[in-house]
């Protein structure tokens, strides 16, 4: 079990560039989940997928945020044009499918700390 | 909507003393309850869980009891250690997807 590894670790960018992190989960997890998570504060659901499809995104996805999964594994989250309000720790969490929707255990990489200067 | 409200820190204590941090839930239907650590520079890292009310979960000499009568879900370590000082999270999962944070709860433990 080699765990959920997040790239890069930490990424400063200035205001209006993109970024793009990336996110590999434990292998056999189907569930992929990403949480934004601000100093001081505990994490906060962005999106999900299962397998390749995206199932719930927050509100606080707004449309310069976008995530794909695009073969089930491995996924991305982009960011366009970002804000200095962006400025974040980016975790991404990986989970079985529980059965008959029961809570399974969601696993959490190291996070990518983002500073937008 | 769900919400998870736990003690405000930081919690300051010494080592091999008594360690008590509060978490309280709102939530519809069964939820799962969790406590994560978050150590200075990592991820969270799962400390314990409980799926079901009356379930106990323990790790590492720290427990937490699913209370559904009190909507609560407390952790406790009889003795800490200068090794336990982290930030602690208490989350509750529902319906098999989003996990919901408490807001953290800072351990500092002293020689």
Same mark, same amino acid.
């Given at each position: 079990?080699?765990?959920?590894?997040?790239?890069?670790?930490?990424?400063?960018?200035?205001?209006?560039?993109?970024?793009?992190?990336?996110?590999?989960?434990?292998?056999?997890?189907?569930?992929?989940?990403?949480?934004?998570?601000?100093?001081?504060?505990?994490?906060?659901?962005?999106?999900?997928?299962?397998?390749? *499809?995206?199932?719930?995104?927050?509100?606080?996805?707004?449309?310069?945020?976008? *995530?794909?999964?695009?073969?089930?594994?491995?996924?991305?989250?982009?960011?366009?044009?970002?804000?200095?309000?962006?400025? *974040?720790?980016?975790?991404? *969490?990986?989970?079985?499918?529980?059965?008959?929707?029961?809570?399974?255990?969601?696993?959490?990489?190291?996070?990518?700390?983002?500073?937008?200067? | 909507?769900?919400?998870?409200?736990?003690? %405000?820190? #930081?919690? !300051?204590?010494? %080592? %091999?003393?008594?360690?008590?941090?509060?978490? =309280?839930? !709102?939530? =519809?239907?069964? #939820?799962?309850?969790?406590?994560?650590?978050?150590?200075?520079? %990592?991820?969270?890292?799962?400390?314990?869980?409980? =799926?079901?009310?009356?379930?106990?979960?323990?790790?590492? /000499?720290?427990?937490?009891?699913?209370?559904?009568?009190?909507?609560?879900?407390?952790?406790?370590?009889?003795?800490?250690?200068?090794?336990?000082?982290?930030?602690?999270?208490?989350?509750? /999962?529902?319906? /098999?997807?989003?996990?919901?944070?408490?807001?953290?709860?800072?351990?500092?433990?002293?020689?």
């Amino acid at each position: 079990d080699t765990g959920v590894s997040q790239n890069p670790r930490h990424k400063i960018t200035k205001r209006g560039q993109n970024v793009t992190f990336r996110c590999d989960p434990i292998s056999e997890h189907n569930r992929l989940y990403w949480y934004r998570q601000t100093l001081g504060q505990g994490p906060e659901f962005l999106t999900y997928f299962q397998n390749e *499809a995206q199932l719930e995104k927050s509100r606080l996805l707004s449309d310069r945020f976008s *995530a794909e999964r695009p073969k089930g594994s491995f996924s991305t989250l982009e960011i366009q044009r970002t804000e200095q309000g962006d400025s *974040a720790m980016y975790l991404c *969490a990986s989970s079985l499918e529980g059965w008959r929707g029961a809570q399974e255990t969601q696993y959490f990489g190291p996070g990518t700390r983002l500073l937008v200067l | 909507g769900d919400s998870v409200t736990q003690m %405000e820190g #930081p919690v !300051t204590l010494s %080592e %091999e003393a008594f360690l008590t941090i509060n978490c =309280t839930y !709102t939530a =519809t239907g069964y #939820p799962s309850l969790f406590w994560y650590v978050q150590y200075p520079g %990592e991820g969270l890292q799962l400390l314990l869980k409980a =799926t079901k009310a009356d379930d106990k979960g323990s790790n590492k /000499g720290f427990e937490a009891t699913y209370r559904k009568e009190t909507t609560s879900f407390h952790l406790e370590k009889g003795s800490v250690q200068v090794s336990d000082s982290a930030v602690y999270f208490c989350a509750l /999962g529902n319906a /098999g997807n989003m996990l919901t944070f408490g807001g953290g709860t800072r351990l500092m433990v002293k020689p």
